[in-house]
């Protein structure tokens, strides 16, 4: 791969990485409900199930979608079901928990990588990926794009992780508290209607 398409590339992983997202506000909503320690393993969850996504539909899942179009259909329709079942929990967090009594409990690593399957804007990031970088889908470039991603993609979405962390504080009124996790929700189903 040329350097200005290997530049261009991590430029596209930077800018879809780190905008917002669901995996984003989720890991922004788990920073501030749990705290960075119970919120790493959602998060590591996030990076390498996007990896591993990317990998998967540049070696073949992508010429399903071309042969059976009814899988964006449904696809389509689980994410938004899944989606609008996590704005609900979401929106109704407890107080994030003082260390020996938590309330709820994050995302787990398996939860967060299988999250991947059922996340609009991931399916559109891995499949404009592949189809911009990759498109004759050989494994080497396939590798080549899941590796940037992979690199490029953790520490931009830990970044609102951290983020949510920094309003701990601020979020120990049960008021505020509630506000945030309303808009968290609200922004998590406006990102999923702009994906759709």
Do not use: C
Request: glycine letters at 8%.
């Amino acid at each position: 791969m040329e350097q200005t398409t290997l530049a261009a590339l991590s430029a596209f992983a930077l800018v879809s990485s780190i905008t917002p997202g669901p995996n984003n506000m989720m890991l922004m909503a788990s920073g501030a409900n749990f705290g960075l320690r119970r919120t790493v393993p959602h998060a590591l969850g996030v990076g390498v199930g996007f990896t591993l996504m990317i990998i998967l539909v540049g070696i073949g899942l992508m010429g399903l979608f071309d042969l059976f179009p009814v899988l964006n259909i449904i696809l389509k329709v689980v994410s938004v079901a899944y989606l609008l079942w996590l704005a609900w929990k979401i929106a109704h967090a407890g107080a994030p928990g003082d260390g020996d009594t938590p309330r709820g409990k994050p995302m787990s690593f398996f939860q967060a990588m299988a999250f991947q399957w059922v996340n609009p804007k991931a399916w559109s990031m891995a499949l404009s990926a592949i189809a911009l970088y990759a498109p004759d889908r050989n494994f080497a470039a396939v590798a080549l794009v899941a590796a940037v991603f992979g690199i490029i993609n953790l520490p931009s979405t830990s970044i609102w992780a951290v983020m949510g962390v920094s309003l701990r504080g601020w979020l120990s009124s049960p008021a505020r508290l509630k506000a945030f996790n309303w808009t968290m929700a609200a922004l998590l189903v406006g990102s999923l209607a702009l994906l759709i």
